[in-house]
C-alpha cells in the first residue's frame, strides 16, 4: 500500500495556531506572574498570524487534503477570519477582567487557542471522524475554560453542568453519525450525500440518525427543548469566558451545521426542514418570553442568545444559497453584537464586583455618556431597530424564509421580534431614566476604549454600509 503524502497547505492556519499553543503552554512555564503580559501579545499575534495564512492559502476553488477528511473552500475561509476576529477582541476585553480576579495566567490563553483550532478543523471538516475531532477539541477546552476560577463554587457548578449536558448531546450526536455511516458504509460527508440521495427518503433507519445528528447540533447551538444549559453556563462562568461562550463558538457551530446537514444530508432536506420549523419555533418564543423575566444581564442576554438561534435556523429553513448565505450573515452579525454586549459587562465590572444585574447599568448615561451610548447602539441593534446592522440581519433572513414560502413562520418572527425589543429597550430606559447607584467614573485601558467605540459604531455603520458584508456571506455559497 502506497502512502501518498498529504498537500500540507490548505492546513497551514492549523498547524500554525497548534504550534503556537505549545510554544505559548511551553513559555509560560518560565514567566512570572508580572511578565504574564507576552503569553496575551503572543496569542493575539497568533490570531494575526493565522488570519494572514487563511488569507494567503485561499483560493477560489475548493481544496481537499488529507484523503479528503479536511476541505478548504470560501465559506470556510470567511468563517475562520472572523473567529480570529472575534477570538482576538474577546482576548482584548477579558485582559483587564483576569488580572483584577488575579487569574491572568497562560492556560487561559492556551486553552482558548485549543479551542479556536477545534473551531478552525469544525469548519473545515469533510469527514464525520474530523467534525466529531473538532467539536470535542473546542468542548473540551471550553469546559476547563468555565472552570478555570477554581474557587468560585458558581463557575465550577456551570462547569459540571456543561459538561455532562455537553457529553449526552456529543453522545447523541455520535450515535446518529453512525447509523448513517451503518446506512452509507462511509464517513466521507460528500460520499454520504452521494449515497443518501440515491437511498428512498422515507428511510425510517436514515431519519433516526437524521434526528440524532439535529439532536447532537440543537444541544451545541442551544435550540429549544436543548437548551437548558445556556443561562446556567452564561450566568456561572466568569464572564470573560461566558464572552468566548457566546460568541467565538456559534461561528463553528454554524459551520457544523452546513458540514453535516446541507452537504451530507442534502437530499434529506424536505425531513430536517420540518424538524428545524419546530426547533426554530420554540427557540424564538421561548427564547424572548422567558428574557423579559432576567433581572440578570447575563441570563438575559442568553435567552437572548436562544432566540437569536431560532433566526439562525430560518435561514438554514430557507435553503437554497440565499437562505444559507443570509443564515451566516446572522451568525456573524450576532456574534459581533454579543461582543458587545457582554464586553460591556466586563467594562463595568471591577475586583470583586460583576456588573451583570440590571441594577449595575442604572444611570450609566450619566456616569458615562459615551459608553452608555455605545451600549445603546448595541441593545438596539440586537433588538433589530433599523438603520442598525441587526435590522439587515433580520431582514435578510425573514426575506429568505419568506421566498421559500414558509410566511407563517416569518410572520411570527416579527412578532416575537417586537416581544423581545422590550427587555433590550428596558436596558436602555435603566441607562438613561435612572439614577444611578454609583457615581464612580468607568475605568478602562485605552486599547479595551478604543475597541469597545469600534465595537458599538460598528453596529451603525455596518447597518449604513451592509453590502460588503453580504457580498462577502453570498460569495461563500456562490
Request: one cysteine or more; a negative charge.
Amino acid at each position: 500500500m502506497n502512502f501518498i503524502t498529504p498537500d500540507f497547505m490548505p492546513v497551514l492556519p492549523e498547524i500554525f495556531v497548534l504550534t503556537m499553543a505549545c510554544v505559548v503552554l511551553i513559555i509560560d512555564l518560565y514567566l512570572k506572574d508580572e511578565n504574564r503580559g507576552v503569553i496575551y501579545l503572543l496569542v493575539l499575534a497568533t490570531l494575526v498570524g493565522a488570519a494572514g495564512l487563511t488569507l494567503f492559502v485561499h483560493t477560489p476553488e475548493s481544496v481537499t487534503t488529507f484523503n479528503g477528511t479536511f476541505i478548504k473552500d470560501t465559506m470556510s475561509d470567511v468563517l475562520k477570519v472572523f473567529i480570529y476576529l472575534v477570538s482576538g477582541v474577546v482576548f482584548l476585553y477579558s485582559r483587564d477582567y483576569l488580572i483584577e480576579r488575579k487569574i491572568f495566567k497562560g492556560e487561559y490563553f492556551a486553552l482558548g487557542l485549543f479551542a479556536v483550532l477545534g473551531m478552525m478543523v469544525l469548519v473545515s471538516a469533510n469527514n464525520m471522524i474530523t467534525i466529531f475531532l473538532g467539536l470535542e477539541l473546542m468542548s473540551l477546552a471550553l469546559y476547563a475554560m468555565v472552570a478555570f476560577q477554581r474557587d468560585d463554587k458558581n463557575a465550577v457548578e456551570a462547569a459540571m453542568k456543561y459538561f455532562v449536558l455537553g457529553a449526552i448531546a456529543s453522545g447523541l450526536l455520535l450515535y446518529g453519525m453512525s447509523i448513517i455511516y451503518g446506512m452509507t458504509g462511509t464517513l466521507d460527508i460528500a460520499e454520504i450525500g452521494t449515497k443518501v440521495s440515491e437511498m428512498p427518503s422515507d428511510n425510517i433507519v436514515l431519519l433516526f440518525g437524521v434526528v440524532f445528528i439535529l439532536v447532537g447540533l440543537a444541544f451545541k447551538l442551544g435550540a429549544v427543548p436543548f437548551h437548558m444549559w445556556i443561562p446556567d453556563v452564561y450566568h456561572g462562568a466568569p464572564t470573560a469566558v461566558t464572552l468566548f461562550i457566546a460568541t467565538a463558538p456559534k461561528i463553528a457551530a454554524f459551520g457544523m451545521l452546513m458540514r453535516l446537514l446541507v452537504d451530507g444530508l442534502g437530499s434529506l432536506q424536505a425531513h430536517w426542514q420540518e424538524m428545524l420549523v419546530a426547533l426554530a419555533v420554540m427557540s424564538i418564543i421561548f427564547g424572548n418570553v422567558i428574557a423579559i423575566a432576567q433581572t440578570n444581564i447575563k441570563r438575559m442576554l442568553a435567552y437572548s442568545t436562544i432566540s437569536h438561534v431560532g433566526f439562525l435556523l430560518l435561514g438554514i429553513i430557507a435553503a437554497g444559497a440565499n437562505g444559507y448565505s443570509s443564515a451566516m450573515f446572522y451568525i456573524i452579525v450576532y456574534t459581533l453584537m454579543g461582543l458587545g454586549g457582554f464586553g460591556m459587562i466586563i467594562l463595568m465590572s471591577r475586583s470583586g464586583f460583576e456588573a451583570d444585574e440590571l441594577d449595575d447599568l442604572k444611570g450609566l448615561a450619566k456616569r458615562s455618556p459615551w459608553f452608555a451610548s455605545m451600549m445603546i447602539l448595541i441593545m438596539l441593534s440586537m433588538a433589530g431597530i433599523p438603520p442598525l446592522i441587526g435590522f439587515f440581519a433580520k431582514l435578510a433572513v425573514l426575506q429568505a424564509v419568506i421566498d421559500a414560502g414558509y410566511i407563517w413562520l416569518a410572520v411570527l418572527a416579527v412578532l416575537f421580534s417586537v416581544v423581545g425589543a422590550y427587555y433590550y429597550l428596558r436596558v436602555v430606559w435603566y441607562m438613561v431614566f435612572e439614577e444611578p447607584k454609583e457615581t464612580a467614573p468607568i475605568k478602562a485601558s485605552f486599547d479595551v476604549q478604543v475597541v469597545m467605540s469600534i465595537n458599538g459604531l460598528g453596529m451603525l455603520a455596518l447597518g449604513l454600509f451592509p453590502a460588503s458584508l453580504i457580498a462577502m456571506c453570498a460569495a461563500a455559497f456562490g
